[in-house]
């Protein structure tokens, strides 16, 4: 059973960083590529970024530069750095993996999520 656990966010003051952690479990040979989507208040799910099992990452335009992916292949952990906070980044954050990276996967994410973790970003 495939199981995506976020790590807890929590609150950092403008132009702050944090970094989140996902640990991804059940994926018996390893093999999965993992993605990042936020969602602000009201508004719906964007995708952040997302990286392939062989450690290549991509991501949405809006990320470029601000927000990281990288992947701890032991420790089957994929981590987001977030740096130059802003109030607008305040949302819940959520981890999804899977299999294959379908061509679409900002828009449907991939096959399981974790149930999110809230960032606050005050001003």
């Known amino acids: 059973q495939v199981q995506v656990v976020e790590s807890e966010g929590g609150s950092v003051q403008s132009g702050g960083s944090l970094r989140l952690s996902c640990k991804v479990s059940?994926?018996?040979?390893?093999?999965?590529?993992v993605g990042w989507f936020r969602q602000a208040p009201g508004e719906e799910r964007e995708a952040i970024a997302a990286?392939?099992?062989?450690?290549?990452?991509m991501y949405a335009d809006s990320f470029q530069g601000r927000f990281t992916i990288s992947r701890d292949s032991v420790e089957k952990i994929t981590y987001l750095q977030m740096n130059s906070l802003k109030p607008e980044d305040t949302g819940t954050y959520y981890c999804s993996a899977g299999r294959e990276m379908r061509p679409d996967w900002k828009q449907s994410g991939m096959d399981y999520w974790g149930k999110g973790t809230l960032v606050t970003v005050a001003s």
């Open positions: 059940g994926f018996d040979d390893g093999t999965y590529s």
């Open positions: 990286i392939h099992n062989g450690g290549s990452a």
